[in-house]
């Protein structure tokens, strides 16, 4: 055989060879996770560091590949064609491109990527260097042809932003979770967990506060001995003082402050009563602190941890009293219900045999969600009462049912306008909302 002809055949598989190169840092260095490598990269991992570099301008980096990855297989196509022609004539030419098309789309694409693909970071950390050299050798060129494909696409109108993001960090991270959930390598209260802590930034006091009306006060003008049997008997260890009404909050009194300082008093005074009788609660108890109802919920979070405080109370843009939060109810959002021996179990749903549920009105829409796995809107109601109200325009009765959002409401119980129970159970799958529409008569 004809030397020349086994030299540009030797030629044909080096580039065939760089051309599965190419194609196969293209996939490692794209299908990477950039979490991954900056982990491998604090561990010292050699490669890694590159890689990361490399991956923060995606444009660059891809031209460059497919720069050389085209050069590459053009100059292999072009020297098969003269191989095949001087041996085949005007044939040659279809010899040429059946045979290279074959070796090309094997050898140099789907064999490289596939295992650049079972192990992106692993194969990513190995080419990163050398492909930081071509992105370097071919930077001028690239620089030129990024200029011609953003005046193409702007004469076509279509603006291009190279720093644009699709999606936020916490969007990402959120999607990631999503997604190992449902192929199981996550499982529910993991998921849970995760989403929720992420979901702080997007909650607000409001959401998660305990509304005024359940919260245990005692008013500042009781006597020491009134105030230490009502601490005594709560469940609190922070109970608010007020004075004149019970939303006019001028203290707030812990247990452990109260018991030191009635245990002084006895020491000076000797008997119980004369230490009662002495007792000052409100140079015992704390200043009250306020907090707005609009404030995201890991604003608070961080508040909280740098005041080193537990407590606060809510009130909205009147400087009204509408709640008090503490630390406990944010830590909730996150690892659920946190209970201990003093607590009074509170159970906000059940399940019935027939697959319904009865439900307390006061629970969260959050939470009913995250219990039942269901999608209900929680952006006009914060509990499942207050989202039938909204929906259904009017205070429901006990017995009427209502339907909505793939679900039947029916009202159990009704304190004076507050909805107390209710029964829901999830319609079946392909009833339209417009079919069900909300009923105003009572249930039968």
């Given at each position: 055989?004809?030397p020349?002809i086994l030299?540009?055949s030797?030629?044909?598989?080096?580039l065939?060879?760089?051309?599965?190169?190419f194609?196969?840092?293209?996939?490692?260095?794209?299908?990477?996770?950039?979490?991954?490598m900056?982990a491998?990269?604090?561990?010292?991992?050699?490669?890694?560091?590159?890689?990361?570099?490399l991956?923060?301008d995606n444009?660059?980096?891809?031209?460059?590949?497919?720069?050389g990855n085209?050069?590459?297989?053009?100059?292999?196509?072009?020297?098969?064609?003269?191989?095949?022609?001087?041996l085949?004539?005007?044939a040659?030419?279809?010899w040429?491109?059946l045979?290279?098309?074959?070796?090309?789309?094997v050898?140099?694409?789907?064999?490289?990527?596939?295992?650049?693909?079972s192990?992106?970071?692993?194969?990513?950390?190995?080419?990163?260097?050398?492909?930081?050299?071509?992105?370097?050798?071919?930077?001028?060129?690239?620089?030129?042809?990024?200029?011609?494909?953003?005046?193409?696409?702007?004469?076509?109108?279509?603006k291009?932003?190279?720093?644009?993001?699709?999606?936020?960090?916490?969007?990402?991270?959120?999607?990631?979770?999503?997604?190992?959930?449902?192929?199981g390598?996550?499982d529910?209260?993991?998921r849970d967990?995760?989403?929720?802590?992420?979901?702080?930034?997007d909650?607000?006091?409001?959401?998660v506060?305990r509304?005024?009306?359940?919260?245990?006060?005692?008013?500042?003008?009781c006597?020491?001995?009134?105030?230490?049997?009502?601490?005594l008997g709560?469940?609190?260890?922070?109970?608010?003082?007020?004075?004149?009404?019970?939303e006019?909050?001028?203290?707030?009194l812990?247990?452990k402050?109260?018991?030191r300082?009635?245990?002084?008093?006895?020491?000076?005074?000797g008997?119980?009563a004369?230490?009662?009788?002495t007792?000052?609660v409100?140079?015992?108890?704390?200043?009250?602190?306020?907090?707005?109802?609009?404030?995201?919920?890991?604003?608070?979070?961080?508040?909280?941890l740098?005041?080193?405080?537990?407590?606060?109370?809510?009130?909205?843009?009147?400087?009204?009293?509408?709640?008090?939060?503490?630390?406990?109810?944010?830590?909730?959002?996150?690892?659920?219900?946190?209970?201990?021996?003093?607590?009074?179990?509170?159970e906000?749903?059940?399940?019935?045999?027939?697959?319904?549920f009865?439900?307390?009105?006061?629970?969260?829409?959050?939470?009913l969600?995250?219990?039942?796995?269901?999608?209900?809107?929680?952006d006009?109601?914060t509990?499942?009462a207050?989202?039938?109200i909204?929906?259904?325009?009017?205070?429901?009765?006990?017995?009427?049912?209502?339907?909505?959002?793939?679900?039947?409401?029916?009202?159990?119980e009704?304190?004076?306008?507050?909805?107390?129970?209710?029964?829901?159970?999830?319609?079946?799958?392909?009833a339209r909302?417009?079919d069900?529409g909300?009923?105003?008569?009572?249930?039968?």
């Amino acid at each position: 055989m004809d030397p020349a002809i086994l030299w540009t055949s030797g030629i044909i598989l080096v580039l065939l060879g760089l051309s599965a190169f190419f194609s196969g840092s293209e996939t490692a260095l794209t299908a990477t996770n950039r979490a991954t490598m900056h982990a491998l990269a604090a561990q010292g991992t050699r490669g890694a560091d590159t890689a990361l570099r490399l991956t923060e301008d995606n444009e660059r980096l891809i031209g460059s590949i497919l720069l050389g990855n085209n050069l590459v297989n053009i100059l292999a196509a072009s020297l098969a064609t003269s191989i095949f022609t001087a041996l085949f004539g005007e044939a040659g030419v279809a010899w040429a491109t059946l045979v290279m098309t074959f070796l090309v789309l094997v050898f140099a694409e789907v064999l490289p990527k596939t295992y650049a693909i079972s192990g992106p970071e692993r194969a990513a950390v190995k080419v990163a260097p050398i492909i930081a050299v071509f992105v370097r050798v071919f930077a001028p060129v690239v620089g030129f042809i990024r200029l011609l494909v953003r005046g193409a696409l702007a004469v076509m109108g279509v603006k291009t932003d190279p720093d644009a993001h699709f999606l936020a960090p916490y969007e990402v991270i959120r999607g990631t979770i999503a997604l190992h959930a449902s192929e199981g390598g996550v499982d529910k209260a993991e998921r849970d967990r995760l989403l929720a802590a992420l979901d702080l930034r997007d909650r607000e006091v409001a959401e998660v506060m305990r509304h005024r009306r359940d919260i245990s006060s005692i008013s500042a003008d009781c006597s020491a001995e009134e105030i230490v049997e009502f601490c005594l008997g709560s469940s609190h260890t922070r109970i608010p003082l007020w004075r004149s009404e019970p939303e006019n909050i001028v203290g707030v009194l812990h247990a452990k402050d109260l018991l030191r300082a009635l245990n002084r008093q006895i020491r000076a005074k000797g008997t119980m009563a004369d230490a009662l009788a002495t007792l000052d609660v409100m140079a015992v108890a704390m200043k009250p602190w306020f907090v707005p109802d609009t404030r995201p919920l890991d604003d608070q979070l961080r508040a909280f941890l740098k005041r080193k405080s537990h407590f606060a109370l809510v009130v909205d843009e009147y400087g009204v009293l509408q709640g008090l939060i503490t630390l406990e109810d944010i830590l909730e959002e996150i690892v659920g219900d946190i209970a201990d021996e003093h607590d009074i179990e509170r159970e906000g749903i059940s399940r019935n045999p027939d697959g319904s549920f009865i439900v307390q009105g006061s629970m969260t829409i959050r939470d009913l969600n995250r219990a039942c796995e269901w999608s209900l809107p929680d952006d006009e109601a914060t509990t499942i009462a207050g989202l039938l109200i909204h929906e259904a325009q009017t205070i429901p009765t006990e017995g009427q049912v209502f339907a909505f959002h793939g679900m039947r409401f029916e009202v159990l119980e009704r304190h004076r306008n507050q909805i107390t129970r209710l029964k829901l159970r999830a319609l079946k799958a392909g009833a339209r909302d417009s079919d069900e529409g909300a009923s105003g008569a009572p249930h039968a």
